[in-house]
């Protein structure tokens, strides 16, 4: 395996391209891929100008071209098909809201595209990520906040291993976004101004609803919205269509303010409550990855994310069991959400993550 080829994964974004222009610079021998992930449904068009369309193609292309290094697309369809849109359909049927960005990391960009890197004899891949690699005293593997802390995207890292680790390259890790946009400016690239790509790039409009209706219908169907108490307030269009916490679009006949407090799958109901019901002290979290230590033995006094964009809210956790740790909070959170990822925090290094249960 040579240790100076990287593989970088080219999106068409500024990111990417610049990850790519930054290791030619520092000598790499470096080789462009695109992941060709569209998927077979109706809904999602090849020519979106999502992150792995037709034309953020055309876009990865043309900065591989400028920076004369080899350009490949690779077709991950079926696989991502398997691995991420089945996996959001399952978890919306299970009355759990998923994070398909999260399980496209684990499954396809560090998972599959890292597999592919080596049997090109390359010793790492990179990507555009905005998180640091670094190592502590005892030689492991760890990952920290990025310095541009509205960008940091560790959150979504914590199920890589340290395999993964110890073969992957984060360049931006160190930049600030504008430092990203005016050095791909400086290097001619077109996409210098392009816009972040912030829907999920298999629901182009970001319209969830619209989608799981016209690809899933088979996982909606309507059911009652029922007090905590167990009167029933109103009807809903189907669970997959309710998050928790959420106020607007309930339809209810009460003038009083309500939350959906839980989707109860057994029921088929929307539970619904007052806004003080929608706070929580503590979460079980499943599937977890531990990044910075080995396993989780003891309590431990850590900072943790709920979701991607909130701040880190302190608590302790406890092991359960191998597969299951508490989280206890110190003041209680606000929607905390089955399906969604629960990452925790010693400051800036990453300790690990699961699934919120």
Same mark, same amino acid.
């Given at each position: 395996m040579n240790k100076e080829r990287v593989v970088v994964a080219m999106s068409g974004g500024v990111d990417s391209s610049l990850t790519a222009a930054l290791l030619k610079e520092e000598g790499y021998e470096v080789i462009g891929i695109t992941m060709q992930i569209w998927p077979t449904t109706e809904s999602a068009k090849e020519d979106e100008g999502g992150c792995c369309s037709l034309s953020a193609v055309e876009d990865a292309r043309r900065v591989a071209n400028k920076l004369d290094i080899p350009f490949y697309v690779i077709n991950f369809k079926e696989l991502f098909e398997e691995k991420v849109i089945q996996n959001?359909?399952?978890?919306?049927?299970?009355?759990?809201?998923?994070?398909?960005?999260?399980?496209?990391?684990?499954?396809?960009?560090?998972?599959?595209?890292?597999?592919k890197a080596k049997k090109l004899n390359a010793y790492y891949m990179a990507t555009g990520h905005y998180a640091k690699i670094d190592r502590n005293q005892k030689g492991r593997y760890i990952i920290r906040k990025a310095v541009d802390k509205k960008k940091d995207q560790s959150y979504t890292l914590y199920n890589m291993t340290q395999e993964q680790l110890k073969h992957t390259l984060f360049p931006l890790a160190e930049y600030k976004k504008s430092k990203t946009r005016e050095l791909a400016k400086e290097f001619g690239f077109r996409v210098h101004n392009k816009p972040d790509s912030q829907e999920i790039c298999f629901v182009p409009d970001d319209d969830y609803n619209r989608f799981l209706k016209e690809n899933y219908?088979?996982?909606?169907?309507? &059911?009652?919205?029922? *007090?905590?108490?167990?009167?029933? !307030?109103?009807?809903? %269009?189907?669970l997959p269509f309710y998050t928790i916490g959420q106020r607007k679009g309930l339809d209810l006949k009460t003038h009083k303010k309500r939350y959906v407090v839980e989707l109860d799958q057994e029921r088929n109901a929307?539970?619904? &409550?007052?806004?003080? *019901?929608?706070?929580?002290?503590? !979460?079980?979290?499943? %599937?977890?990855?531990?990044?910075?230590?080995?396993?989780?033995?003891?309590?431990?006094?850590?900072?943790?994310?709920?979701?991607?964009?909130?701040?880190?809210?302190?608590?302790?956790?406890y092991p359960v069991n191998d597969a299951q740790v508490r989280v206890v909070f110190d003041k209680p959170q606000r929607a905390i959400t089955p399906g969604q990822s629960v990452v925790f925090y010693n400051q800036d290094i990453v300790v690990g993550g699961g699934l919120i249960k």
């Open positions: 959001f359909k399952e978890e919306y049927a299970k009355a759990r809201t998923p994070n398909p960005c999260i399980m496209c990391n684990k499954e396809i960009k560090f998972g599959a595209f890292l597999q219908p088979e996982i909606i169907e309507s &059911g009652p919205i029922l *007090d905590l108490e167990g009167n029933k !307030l109103g009807e809903h %269009d189907g929307v539970i619904v &409550g007052d806004n003080e *019901d929608v706070f929580a002290e503590s !979460l079980i979290a499943e %599937d977890l990855n531990w990044v910075a230590i080995e396993s989780l033995h003891d309590s431990l006094k850590v900072q943790v994310k709920i979701r991607y964009n909130t701040s880190a809210a302190e608590a302790t956790i």
